[in-house]
């Protein structure tokens, strides 16, 4: 077992271990001081305590004291004050999506703040302001309804936008318009000693830096978000390209060295797995036109096996890569209601790694290696390669707390199983998926360090606890003017988890 996975597990054997909980007079102190809330607030022994009690990731387990099921800004100011009177941890919990359980508290005996309610959307002359609870399928759709607007974030309709904003955002209209933090132009949010602020370029001007990289569950609970939201082609073409596995090297060296010289129209993602390759995205314009955006990629690459390209509304591509049950048709389906759910497995470990230039030929090697792997018990295991650049760069890295403005592609390695849409909570890990991805993970990183950067980097909203030195990882340079920012706004470290940004 290397090294650093070593060290992870003890850690994590520790927090799934040891209880956080408060002593029992603090318990007296917090229920007494939440009773306004009423209902909103469950505790072990309500109903509706185990139903609520879990994130999306149903490998984590961990026993929040209580959870506060938030409407408004006032229940989210009560609870703060409450946690801080009795020194609990708080937890926000937006979609739920934590790769590592944060959203739960990442340990037992936190305070969870579930801002699902608080899930509004309105457009009025052409700015958007969201609730930090809104799912991004919803948030698509409603920004659709409101005037054919969308915005810059990612596919997955069940994520919330509040750790998916909170930590960069990318998604296939990054390299047009940048990252989703780039939309932001104020935020509220609730600081420690419950106090509700406005965080802007002009007021809490520190706060507005952090919160845009490095704001998930370390500074406070943001409630609400005001954006710039864009109008879209009024024809898109969504496509897919496939290959077999075999052909990895010669189509992953025209995708990487494509990148420079690609539209800005072009969003695209390429996955890599046992079954093959397969080129995914959205172009901002229509089919004839994106036949010529592409050319010089599909001139580059072998022949694919496959391919679907389609003209469209954006909502409409939108939907396609959404993966939702159900009508293929029905945009509504965007918003997860009724039978609708996402296709994402619930059982999940994800790692990353941000790459600042073209891919290197024994970079390429390993992922055709590893993708043509399948461990046993696993339901889908493979490795997103996204291609950054373009608007994303055109931010300073030093403007924000995210440091990856000069990321050329990013890594995501997923491994997942139990696909059951109805899978319960706390069933064995995947022993082999863990090693497959462990052991593939120590070769990238030997490789990284040899050829790329001594310093390894990843995106942090593919949370990972045993990425070797993640403050330095995530937030880099960032991370002195990241401290002294903790220090000044929640001196007691009230907002606290396994990877939350340190007092020092």
């Not at 790769?99 to 608080?118: A, H, K, P, R, W």
Request: with cysteine.
């Amino acid at each position: 077992m290397h090294l650093y996975t070593l060290g992870s597990a003890v850690l994590l054997l520790a927090i799934s271990t040891v209880s956080f909980g408060a002593p029992s007079s603090n318990l007296t102190q917090l229920k007494t001081c939440l009773k306004p809330l009423g209902s909103k607030v469950l505790y072990s022994n309500s109903a509706d305590y185990s139903k609520e009690r879990y994130g999306f990731d149903l490998r984590y387990t961990y026993k929040p004291e209580t959870i506060v099921m938030a409407k408004t800004e006032s229940d989210v100011q009560t609870a703060v004050k409450c946690a801080k009177l009795a020194n609990i941890p708080v937890a926000p919990r937006s979609g739920g999506h934590s790769f590592e359980g944060y959203s739960i508290g990442g340990q037992d005996g936190s305070l969870v703040l579930d801002l699902t309610g608080m899930n509004s959307v309105k457009v009025k002359d052409g700015v958007a302001t969201a609730g930090a609870g809104v799912l991004l399928g919803k948030l698509y759709l409603e920004l659709f309804n409101q005037g054919g607007w969308t915005i810059n974030a990612g596919t997955c309709p069940s994520v919330g936008i509040g750790g998916h904003a909170l930590g960069g955002g990318f998604g296939l209209l990054s390299r047009k318009h940048g990252l989703l933090i780039d939309s932001i132009t104020s935020m509220r949010m609730v600081n420690a000693n419950g106090e509700l602020l406005t965080v802007s370029a002009k007021e809490n001007k520190d706060l507005f830096f952090a919160l845009r990289g490095a704001g998930g569950g370390s500074y406070g609970v943001v409630t609400s978000f005001t954006l710039k939201p864009v109008k879209p082609a009024s024809k898109v073409t969504s496509f897919t390209y496939d290959w077999k596995l075999s052909d990895y090297a010669k189509v992953l060296e025209a995708y990487v060295n494509f990148q420079p010289s690609a539209s800005r129209d072009i969003g695209v993602e390429m996955n890599v797995g046992p079954t093959g390759l397969e080129m995914y995205g959205v172009y901002q314009g229509t089919k004839s036109k994106q036949a010529d955006a592409m050319a010089a990629f599909l001139k580059a690459a072998p022949k694919p096996k496959s391919s679907d390209v389609r003209e469209s509304r954006y909502i409409d591509a939108i939907l396609r890569f959404a993966y939702i049950s159900g009508d293929p048709k029905d945009i509504n389906a965007l918003a997860l209601q009724g039978g609708y759910k996402p296709g994402d497995s619930r059982y999940t470990k994800g790692k990353s790694l941000v790459y600042p230039a073209v891919l290197k030929p024994s970079t390429i090697a390993l992922l055709g290696k590893w993708a043509g792997v399948t461990p046993k018990g696993s339901t889908a295991n493979y490795i997103i390669v996204d291609l950054w650049g373009g608007a994303v760069q055109d931010v300073s890295a030093s403007a924000t707390a995210f440091i990856h403005r000069d990321a050329h592609t990013v890594f995501e390695f997923v491994a997942e199983w139990n696909e059951n849409p109805n899978a319960k909570p706390g069933i064995p890990d995947c022993q082999a998926c863990l090693k497959w991805m462990n052991d593939m993970y120590a070769e990238f990183l030997a490789d990284y360090t040899a050829n790329y950067d001594t310093t390894v980097r990843g995106y942090q909203n593919y949370i990972d606890i045993d990425i070797p030195n993640w403050k330095t990882a995530y937030y880099g340079q960032a991370l002195p003017r990241l401290t002294q920012i903790k220090a000044s706004v929640d001196p007691s470290n009230l907002f606290r988890f396994p990877q939350s940004i340190p007092l020092k």
